[in-house]
């Protein structure tokens, strides 16, 4: 696969790693959108009969239970719908799954980079990284990236190891997207 003495190897490694990262990234961002939409549902669940219980016990006439009564609709209907849209997609899971991906991609990142930081260079290192990366990368396919989500991994990685962009040939110094096709317009 690698000849030890060709020293391509680096360039192998240093895109497996900034893909690793990139992909980590994207993983982790979208666990804690999803982390988000999970506890703001659970606190609707949980604070709107409270306050309803809250506000009923110590003002207990009609206009009040009247008001409290259109809040109760409109909070307990949003978290109903919430829950259901939840449940529909596996939110739960989902979650777990990008959590479990993020670290392992890192992990992948940052061994990939010990292998750059080597003075000799492994082949056998490198390969049952390489194979273990590919399987992580097969389970990945479940839940694939968006067009967009793919630039901006690609482009993190490019930030993160401080290297080139094949396409607009710029080293990327913020996140912010650019014009170029492959590690921007996201």
């Known amino acids: 696969m690698i000849d030890p003495n060709d020293f391509n190897w680096r360039a192998t490694c240093y895109d497996k790693a900034g893909h690793a990262f990139g992909t980590a990234e994207i993983y982790s961002k979208r666990m804690q959108l999803l982390e988000k939409w999970i506890n703001f549902n659970t606190t609707l669940g949980i604070v709107v009969p409270v306050l309803i219980g809250v506000i009923l016990s110590t003002y207990n006439d009609q206009t009040t239970r009247a008001i409290v009564s259109v809040f109760a609709v409109v909070l307990g209907g949003t978290q109903l719908v919430i829950s259901i ?19 392992a991609n890192r992990r992948f990142s940052e061994r990939y ?47 993160r190891f401080q290297l080139e962009c094949a396409t607009c040939h710029e080293v990327p110094d913020s996140l912010e997207s650019s014009e170029c096709n492959t590690c921007g317009n996201f």
């Open 85 to 103: 849209i939840s449940l529909t997609f596996g939110w739960e899971a989902r979650k777990s799954y990008y959590l479990e991906s993020a670290i």
């Open 113 to 159: 980079n010990d292998l750059l930081m080597n003075a000799t260079f492994e082949v056998q290192k490198f390969r049952e990284i390489e194979e273990e990366d590919r399987r992580r990368n097969d389970l990945d396919d479940k839940y694939p990236f968006s067009d967009k989500e793919t630039r901006r991994a690609h482009r993190i990685g490019l930030k």
